[in-house]
């Protein structure tokens, strides 16, 4: 069986200072390709050498709606560079109306920014949306949709909005927050996702699936996700697995090695 982390952040220090043990722990768990994201400039240089280093994983570069502010004045050419000089992807981006402070102007000049120069590179994008559905469809019928498609991770959002985000060119990536038992919502909406638009993730560190003993999360536990939404999916594991992989290639396919 092979299994496609979609998303998830290996450079995060309490999985960067173990890495070898991590992505050993994977591969035995049939984990054998990883997208793995940037969330600030100053985490861009580390995910290039991962990929560089590990031709399982594959990057992308972007600045999370939870970091903005410290960017340096030329942060936007930095990530052009970053884009240009690495076969990857562009994320993570996204839109967040659940921070408890939060500068909508300023996520959305950031997350448009990144947009249109993933748009320009025809690269895909991955998107963190949190209660900001309306205004995320909004800005892309205005920018025009994706041109190389999308992610939308740890999908949160209503199962009746899955059929117009597969029609703009997304894929619907389920993280561990699946295997909560009171998630109806998101049990919902895996039920409804096209089979050629799933995709399942970590978010590793983040997002423990329920009944782990640890509070770090690891690409290993993909076969927790993998397992529930074959389960509320009404497929076996195999198929699930086989198909959300096939899927994950054809997104990422030209900076998959
Ligand atoms: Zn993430």
Redesign the pocket.
């Known amino acids: 069986m092979q299994l496609f982390d979609a998303?998830c952040?290996l450079q995060d220090e309490c999985l960067a200072i173990r890495l070898p043990q991590v992505l050993e722990k994977a591969r035995i768990a049939g984990v054998c390709r990883l997208l793995c994201?940037g969330?600030h400039e100053k985490d861009w240089e580390a995910v290039r050498l991962l990929a560089e280093h590990h031709p399982e994983i594959v990057p992308c570069f972007g600045v999370?709606p939870w970091y903005l502010g410290g960017q340096s004045a030329h942060w936007l050419e930095s990530l052009e560079k970053f884009l240009l000089g690495t076969p990857s992807g562009v994320g993570?981006i996204g839109l967040d109306h659940a921070l408890p402070e939060r500068n909508d102007a300023e996520q959305e000049e950031v997350f448009l920014a990144q947009l249109r120069l993933a748009r320009k590179l025809r690269r895909p994008v991955s998107i963190?949306c949190r209660r900001a559905w309306g205004r995320l469809l909004e800005l892309l019928k205005v920018e025009g949709g994706l041109v190389a498609g999308g992610i939308l991770?740890s999908y949160s959002g209503p199962p009746d909005l899955v059929g117009e985000l597969e029609s703009l060119g997304f894929y619907l990536s389920f993280s561990g927050v699946i295997t909560r038992s009171g998630n109806r919502r998101g049990h919902r909406s895996v039920a409804v996702v096209s089979a050629e638009r799933l995709l399942i993730e970590t978010?590793s560190p983040?997002l423990v699936p329920v009944g782990m003993a640890s509070d770090i999360n690891e690409p290993e536990n993909l076969v927790r996700v993998a397992e529930a939404v074959a389960r509320l999916r009404c497929v076996s594991l195999e198929a699930l697995a086989e198909q959300t992989y096939a899927n994950a290639c054809r997104l990422a396919h030209p900076f998959v090695r």
Do not use: A, K, S, Y
Request: aromatic letters at 0%.
């Open positions: 998303h952040h994201c969330i999370h993570e963190h991770h978010d983040d």
